[in-house]
T-cell receptor
């Protein structure tokens, strides 16, 4: 079993839709949970991170972590064409070694 | 700040040739990471340094790969000899310990080995 599993999509939604992106992980030692956004032909950039179960909100973005189920989610409200990118979940334990999901390609259509 | 700077941005080389990828981390950052991204395997950590010292190179695929960080502002990833299966995007990233979980990625070096 891979340490982090992410549905690769692709996911195509109309502008204004609510988007749900998800990852599961296998190692309960993971402590920090992150979402990165990667535009085409660019490097990933950190979008959000959290280290506890529950929700964390930042504008239109909400990160959710359920440690009991080893499940993390990113919700995007009122999606915009500028949100079109690949979204990667990333998880790490007590060291600085990030384990990434393969990414979900999202397209928001105007 | 200019961000993490990588060179070359694109390289096409023939199998068997030596490839050297270069990275300048953000000034003041004490961690440097080399990642490789492919469609099949996603983003994989190859090696990371702390204060110029290699800490974990368990992701380096084989002896053909080597990485150095001679000083705080420069690192190289070398592949010798290169093979077609090394074709990928190689990212360098850096962070500073006090910044928490924020790792800053460069724009990547796109390598094609023919």
């Amino acid at each position: 079993q891979k340490e982090v599993e992410q549905d690769p999509g692709p996911l195509s939604v109309p502008e204004g839709a609510i988007v749900s992106l998800n990852c599961t992980y296998s190692n309960s030692a993971f402590q920090y949970f992150m979402w990165y956004r990667q535009y085409s032909r660019k490097g990933p950039e950190l979008l959000m991170y959290t280290y506890s179960s529950g929700n964390k909100e930042d504008g239109r973005f909400t990160a959710q972590v359920d440690k009991s189920s080893k499940y993390i989610s990113l919700f995007i409200r009122d999606s915009q064409p500028s949100d079109s990118a690949t979204y990667l979940c990333a998880i790490r334990g007590s060291n600085y070694k990030l384990t990434f999901g393969k990414g979900t390609l999202l397209t928001v259509n105007p | 700040d200019a961000g993490v700077i990588q060179s070359p941005r694109h390289e096409v080389t023939e199998m068997g040739q030596e490839v050297t990828l270069r990275c300048k981390p953000i000034s003041g950052h004490d961690y440097l990471f080399w990642y490789r991204q492919t469609m099949m395997r996603g983003l994989e950590l190859l090696i990371y340094f702390n204060n110029n010292v290699p800490i974990d190179d368990s992701g380096m695929p084989e002896d053909r790969f080597s990485a150095k960080m001679p000083n705080a502002s420069f690192s190289t990833l070398k592949i010798q000899p290169s093979e077609p299966r090394d074709s990928a995007v190689y990212f360098c990233a850096s962070r500073v310990a006090v910044s928490g979980n924020t790792i800053y990625f460069g724009e990547g070096s796109w390598l094609t080995v023919v």
